[in-house]
Every structure is written in C-alpha cells, then in structure tokens.
C-alpha cells in the first residue's frame, strides 16, 4: 500500500535522507490512497460505535447495547488500524469490517427483543454499519484492482 521507508543512495554511495530527518512512507498510487483513506474513516467509525454510549442514550433499561457498541466499535478499529499497517490479508480485513457493518445494523432489532432500544442507537448504528459496508466495499475494490487480470 505504500513505499517502503528506505534510503536512496546517491551516485557516490551516500544516504540522500539529510540526517536527523525521517523520511516518510506516502501511498503509491491513487488506488492505495484510496484504500488507506477507507482504512482511516473505518477506524474513524469504530471509534465513534465505540464512544457512542457516552454521547447518547443507547437503551432505557440494561446495559447490553452499551456493551455491544463498545466491543464491536473495538473491533472495527482494529480492523481498520490493522489494515493500516498490514498489505498482507487486505481482502480478509474488508470482508471483517463489511460483516461487522452488518453486525451493527441488525444488533439494534435482535437487542431490542430483551430491553428497549432508543431510536438514537438504530440511527446511529445503522448509519456506522452502512458506512463500514461501503467503506470495505471500496477497500475490496481496490485490492481487486490492485491484483492482475488472471488468464
């Protein structure tokens, strides 16, 4: 996904990095920018699934739609942060994520069976788990595109 952080020599063997100074991986293509980019606002929707019980009231009696958004908001920015920093299993993190999307949209019917649900927790939920699914649908779209035609 991105550029190895390396140092380029120079004609007479020296390092071209001035020392004291990193030198920063940047995406290579637009496609890898583009999958980068979905592995931020995954990790991005993770954290607010995660954070969301404290911001609204997610449930009028129990506390199990709080513990639901906390763990599956974990898991989703795991997934994301791991798609970061691993290239490798790209295809496998997306497939993750789009189920954890659809994890959050349909946790909010199967919660309410046992205590209420309010509406700010289906809204919220169902707006987080969309966005996961498209986010990883653009993500498998560019490993797919990454990847040669095969003949």
Same mark, same amino acid.
Do not use: H, K
């Given at each position: 996904m991105s550029t190895p952080l390396i140092h380029r020599p120079e004609s007479n063997g020296a390092s071209a990095v001035i020392p004291g100074q990193? !030198?920063?991986?940047?995406?290579v293509t637009a496609r890898a920018l583009?999958? !980068?980019? %979905?592995?931020?606002? @995954?990790?991005?929707? @993770?954290?607010w699934v995660a954070?969301?019980?404290?911001?609204?009231?997610?449930?009028?009696?129990?506390?199990?739609?709080?513990?639901?958004?906390?763990?599956s908001g974990l898991a989703v920015a795991? #997934?994301?942060?791991?798609a970061l920093i691993s290239p490798r299993g790209f295809a496998g993190l997306q497939v993750g994520?789009? #189920?954890? @999307?659809?994890?959050l949209i349909v946790a909010g019917p199967i919660l309410s069976q046992r205590n209420p649900?309010?509406?700010?927790?289906?809204?919220?939920?169902?707006?987080?788990g969309?966005?996961?699914i498209v986010?990883?649908?653009?993500?498998?779209?560019?490993? %797919?595109l990454r990847r040669p035609a095969r003949r």
């Open positions: 990193a !030198e920063y991986a940047m995406p583009g999958a !980068e980019t %979905a592995a931020v606002l @995954g990790v991005l929707t @993770g954290v954070l969301s019980p404290w911001f609204m009231t997610l449930q009028q009696s129990g506390t199990n739609a709080n513990t639901v958004n906390l763990i795991g #997934l994301g942060a791991l994520s789009a #189920l954890l @999307g659809v994890w649900i309010a509406d700010p927790m289906f809204w919220s939920n169902s707006w987080a969309a966005v996961l986010l990883a649908a653009i993500g498998l779209g560019t490993v %797919a």
